[in-house]
Each structure stands twice: as structure tokens, then as C-alpha cells.
């Protein structure tokens, strides 16, 4: 059974940083590309950034792009996303995804605010 389990959201000031990881398991984890999204209050979910089993290859939305950065450890099959400089705009419940396994994670809550 597919299964995600997203960790390491909270409440933070503008500017501030946080490190979302996500556990998975169920699956070969290191022969398939790995995404965040994200789901502001009352919006759909949106795509955050890829990465790409064994040459790493990573792609980012624009709005996350120089802030963000996504990695995988394919020994402990985990994947992070490590935020810098957070605004307002990046609140939204933070998911894992395996490229083509409909599964979600409950996600984590990343809130920016004074």
C-alpha cells in the first residue's frame, strides 16, 4: 500500500525557513520522480516542484523558483523541501506525490504570518 507521510510544517514569520520531509513507503520509492504541492485555504492544489530519480533533475513552479529547493534520499526513501525566505502567499497544506500513483499523504501546514 502506497503510503505518504508529510512532516515538518508550522507557523512562521515572513522571511523565516522550513524543511518539509516526507516519508514513503509501498512502493519502489527510487525508481520514480517525486513532487510537492500545495493547497492554499479554499484553493485547489497546485504543483510546487519535481524531482527525478538518479540524475536528479529538478523543475520548480516560478513562484517558488531561487526559494525553494527539493531532495530525495533514495536510501531512507524520503523526500524534502527545504523553504527559504517564506511569504504569505506560500500558506498552503504541503503534499507528496509519486509520478503516477494516485495516493496523497494527509500533507503539513505551512502558515506564514506575523
Known amino acids: 500500500q502506497v503510503q505518504f507521510v508529510e512532516t515538518g510544517g508550522g507557523l512562521v514569520q515572513p522571511g523565516g525557513s522550513l524543511n518539509l520531509s516526507c516519508a514513503a513507503s509501498g512502493f519502489h520509492f527510487s525508481g520514480y520522480p517525486m513532487s510537492w504541492y500545495r493547497q492554499p485555504p479554499g484553493k485547489g492544489r497546485d504543483f510546487v516542484a519535481t524531482?527525478?530519480?538518479?540524475?536528479?533533475?529538478?523543475d520548480y513552479a516560478a513562484s517558488v523558483k531561487g526559494r525553494f529547493t527539493i531532495s530525495r534520499d533514495d536510501v531512507k526513501n524520503m523526500l524534502y523541501l527545504q523553504m527559504n525566505n517564506l511569504k504569505p502567499e506560500d500558506t498552503a497544506r504541503y503534499f507528496c506525490?509519486?509520478?503516477?500513483?494516485?495516493?496523497w499523504g494527509r500533507g503539513t501546514q505551512v502558515t506564514v504570518s506575523t
Open positions: 524531482i527525478n530519480p538518479g540524475s536528479g533533475f529538478t
Open positions: 506525490k509519486a509520478a503516477t500513483k494516485d495516493s
